[in-house]
């Protein structure tokens, strides 16, 4: 979707280096999510955040950080990247909560080798 | 806590011919009920939304929902399949408040030429 987009599309890093996800929105949105999609998991909430500087844990947080200070961007940071965290990420947005639906972006595939 | 269950992991079907894609969901409280489609390397996109109102909620792509809160279920039907509906497709529950939208573990629609 053009209103939100993520970068990069594709990388492949080293375990125990750090790496960082960037989500770019246009749209003005409150929220914004940070996923991770694996097969037989479906989609699993890594952080969110509800504001600039306001960000908190989802299921799945350990080994990520995430930064929020502007409205239209939300990095999510590997610290040190391991090879369990080989995944598809995605971002989504809503405008009030989840409760009228979000918009993902198209993911960052990730290859920790 | 909230969780869904999509019945089938995958489900072919040959085109032109009917589908119906299964979703249950467990809540101690009222919830709004989402579909969303993924296709091959994207992103997810919203399908369609049940937040109140009439249980049969059309959507995008020919595709309809029906809630039925006694058996608390939000299955997804569509009348005649086409090739280009092939995709994984996620049911998805969030309580009416400002939480967390839990996803299912997705289905796979092939369809069949």
């Known amino acids: 979707d053009a209103g939100i987009t993520q970068s990069p599309r594709h990388k492949v890093t080293e375990t125990g280096t750090p790496v960082t996800l960037r989500c770019h929105q246009t749209?003005?949105?409150?929220?914004m999510y940070w996923y991770r999609q694996d097969p037989g998991h479906g989609l699993r909430l890594i952080h969110y955040s509800y504001g600039v500087k306001d960000t908190d844990k989802g299921e799945v947080s350990d080994g990520y950080s995430v930064s929020r200070s502007k409205t239209e961007d939300f990095l999510l940071t590997l610290e040190s990247a391991t090879s369990s965290q080989t995944s598809v990420y995605f971002c989504a947005i809503s405008e009030e909560g989840g409760t009228y639906g979000y918009t993902f972006g198209s993911g960052t595939r990730l290859t920790v080798v | 806590a909230q969780s869904v269950t999509q019945l089938d992991s995958q489900v072919p079907v040959f085109e032109e011919a009917p589908v119906e894609l299964r979703c249950n969901y467990s809540?101690?409280?009222?919830?709004?009920l989402f579909w969303y489609v993924q296709y091959p390397n994207q992103g997810l996109q919203l399908l369609l939304k049940?937040?109140?109102?009439?249980?049969l909620v059309k959507g995008i792509n020919g595709f309809e929902a029906e809630f039925n809160k006694s058996q608390t279920s939000f299955h997804l039907r569509k009348p005649s399949v086409h090739i280009s509906d092939t995709a994984e497709y996620f049911c998805a529950v969030i309580k009416t408040s400002y939480d967390k939208v839990i996803f299912g573990p997705g289905t796979s629609l092939s369809v069949i030429p």
């Open positions: 749209e003005n949105h409150r929220y």
């Open positions: 809540s101690s409280v009222s919830v709004y």
């Open positions: 049940y937040l109140s109102g009439s249980t």
